[in-house]
């Protein structure tokens, strides 16, 4: 017997396949949600839905139709700055809508269910100068 113990110990997934299975569904369900309100979003500013499908692109999408500078999107790449740029960003999405700050906190913390609701509710883009 050596002071490890006898023979090689096997590890054990913590989660059967079931659950992993379970898991990326429900996933790739929430991530629908997300693209579903975006796609709907810069369809209702006169953008292509599909922009809302491709990475970094849909943020400058977002840019664009708040208005902002291009270079907001640089600031996401910056630890902590990002979160600031994030919600500023969020702000100035749901104020092109008519919406508040309230509305663009929950844009940033919870894209699950204000996406979905700036996209198929009845918010009206309100182009920015």
């Known amino acids: 017997m050596t002071l490890l113990g ?4 096997f590890l054990q997934s ?3 396949s079931p659950e992993l299975l379970l898991q ?3 996933q790739l369900v929430l991530a629908a949600l997300v693209v579903a309100g975006m ?10 839905g599909w922009a809302a499908i491709i990475p970094i692109y849909n943020i400058y999408v977002i840019l664009r139709i708040t208005g902002g500078a291009w270079w907001w999107l640089l600031l996401l790449f910056i630890p902590v700055i990002n979160f600031v740029a994030l919600v500023k960003i969020s702000v100035d999405l749901a104020g092109a809508f008519g919406r508040g700050i309230l509305f663009g ?5 919870l894209p699950i269910v204000f996406y979905p609701i700036l996209g198929f509710g009845g918010s009206r883009y309100q182009a920015t100068t």
Not at 6 to 9: A, D, I, R, Y
């Open 105 to 109: 906190l929950g844009l940033t913390l």
């Open 39 to 48: 796609w709907k979003t810069f369809q209702k500013a006169g953008e292509p």
């Open 14 to 16: 913590a989660a059967s």
């Open 6 to 9: 006898e023979g090689p110990v």
């Open 24 to 26: 990326l569904v429900l």
